[in-house]
């Protein structure tokens, strides 16, 4: 969804909470087809806001065909292969730094930008198409050695049923395990209707045959038993440190808690590049 809404974490005026549901209810009433339409633009249009991040030297660029549209990915470095995904409203560009950490390990590191976001096609995203993407990245690979995923990046990866992520070590950053959870408590609190929510998801869920009710990545991590470590800030404001707090529960699963890095400053941090030689020391 729009990160106008899904980076609305702050709690607000009731009244204009209360204008965005009158507002957004009457226009479905009034014409419905065009409220649709509008929803469609506001719930599932990323923000392709460009970056000035220094690319890396040696960076390789490649413009994939998928059933999505021509995704681009990104490879640095030689040798066994790091699949790298970004989150919503996040592009492969965030992950350069650790790139060239992982280049520099003597690994190869292949980002990707998602549907709708960075340089690639499309005019709508969604974790199905995140995860339908991801599948086909991976139908490319005759192998790899582990994934990073940040944010929704890591929903995506968790949903994933590929069998080259079976045993394979995952490092999360800032994940957000509760995705359904915290995308319908979103949009509740922004104050839009629910009942256009609801139809938009609808739509994607009847065309990519997967009910948001079916999505749980905190679940689908129980079931993964590679090893996984998670680099996640205590006061990040747009993932539940909390959710991170109870996978470490899990005897596959660690957590690395940091402070001060929130959501986004985390991804050029130290404590992550240790968390992935931690991840390589064991293999």
Known sequence: ?????YFK????????????????????????RHARKVAKNLLLTPDRGKRCTREPVGL??????TTEGKIMTYQLGLGPTWILGHGWS?????????????????????????PAHGESEGRYGHLPGFVKVF???????????GVIAHSMGGAMVLESRHSLLKGKPILLVAPVLNYTEN????????GYSMKLFNEVVGEISETYQYSLES???????????GETVIVHDKGDRFASFQHSETACNLDHVKLLATEGLGHGRILNSAPLRQAFDSLVAQQ
Not at 11 to 22: A, E, V
Not at 183 to 190: A, P
């Open 1 to 5: 969804m729009s990160s106008k809404i």
């Open 9 to 32: 974490q702050g709690k607000g005026l009731d009244l204009r909470r209360g204008l965005i549901n009158l507002t957004t209810r009457l226009h479905h009433t009034v014409a419905p």
């Open 60 to 65: 390789i660029r490649r413009q994939i065909e």
């Open 90 to 114: 996040g592009s492969s560009s965030q992950f350069y730094s650790l790139m060239e950490h992982i280049a520099a390990a003597g690994y190869t590191a292949l980002a990707f930008d998602n």
């Open 135 to 145: 599948d086909e990245v991976l139908d490319q690979q005759a192998s790899i050695v």
């Open 183 to 190: 995308l319908v408590s979103t949009v509740k609190r922004s």
């Open 215 to 225: 999505i749980d990545p905190l679940e689908r991590l129980k079931t993964h038993f």
